[in-house]
């Protein structure tokens, strides 16, 4: 099974900062990774897939990278709707797997 | 707009079969896509079950695989999931959601996301 870390688990930032959520994975995955956005008692959001492509709908201000096994999202500047976790999820010979989630709070 | 809906008994004793069934509106089951079950227990992260597609493969959690089945039904236009022997540690909100594809010599292949998920259902396992 290939894992993924994702770091920090907790972040906190103010409104209008720039924040980084890194995912990295335990083997090599191609870009095969995505990254969602889950609020309280709501489903998980798409938000970028193929590790850097946005999602239709989804504000700009969202942005993925990827450098060999570590994968980032980065929002430019957060805005109040953003505060959620955020969760990191690969796919490789059919098999998924999530990384441990970030939870993003108002500073 | 695609829809999913989950549905399926609250609460399900410890040793039974926990069963789901997500109906899919406004999109055919067969029309190239693969389809999923994710769950989360309270205060968790995400889990990934399994994923099937409508020809009848499925790829399942290498952790689950021994008690899992996911199938489908597409005359009904939805698919289900089956747990077998569950435990407290399968209390979860469990969703399922369709997954991205692509095409390449005439076959479809699953991608890397999730794209459309239902609103999740709770399930408690509980004597």
């Known amino acids: 099974d290939i894992q993924l870390t994702q770091s920090p688990s907790f972040l906190s930032a103010s409104v209008g900062d720039r924040v980084t959520i890194t995912c990295r994975a335990s083997q090599g995955i191609s870009s095969y990774l995505a990254w969602y956005q889950q609020k309280p008692g709501k489903a998980p959001k798409l938000l970028i897939y193929a590790a850097s492509t946005l999602q239709s709908g989804v504000p700009s201000r969202f942005s993925g990278s990827r450098s060999g096994t570590e994968f980032t999202l980065t929002i430019s500047s957060l805005q109040p709707e953003d505060f959620a976790t955020y969760y990191c999820?690969?796919?490789?010979?059919?098999?998924?797997?999530f990384g441990q989630g970030t939870r993003l709070e108002i500073k | 707009q695609v829809q999913l809906q989950e549905s399926g008994p609250g609460l399900v004793k410890p040793s039974e079969t926990l069963s789901l069934t997500c109906a899919v509106s406004?999109?055919?089951?067969?029309?190239?896509?693969?389809w999923g079950w994710i769950r989360q227990s309270p205060g968790k992260g995400l889990e990934w079950i399994g994923s099937?597609?409508?020809?009848?493969?499925?790829y399942y959690n290498l952790s689950l695989k021994s008690r899992v089945t996911i199938s489908v039904d597409t005359s009904k236009k939805q698919f289900s999931l089956n747990l077998s022997s569950v435990t407290a540690a399968d209390t979860a909100v469990y969703y399922c959601?369709?997954?991205?594809?692509?095409?390449?010599?005439?076959?479809?292949?699953?991608?890397?996301?999730?794209?459309?998920w239902g609103q999740g259902t709770m399930v408690t396992v509980s004597s």
């Open positions: 406004y999109y055919s089951i067969s029309n190239g896509y693969y």
């Open positions: 959601a369709r997954q991205m594809n692509y095409y390449d010599s005439g076959s479809y292949y699953p991608r890397d996301a999730f794209d459309i």
């Open positions: 999820q690969q796919l490789n010979s059919y098999l998924v797997t």
């Open positions: 099937m597609y409508h020809s009848g493969s499925t």
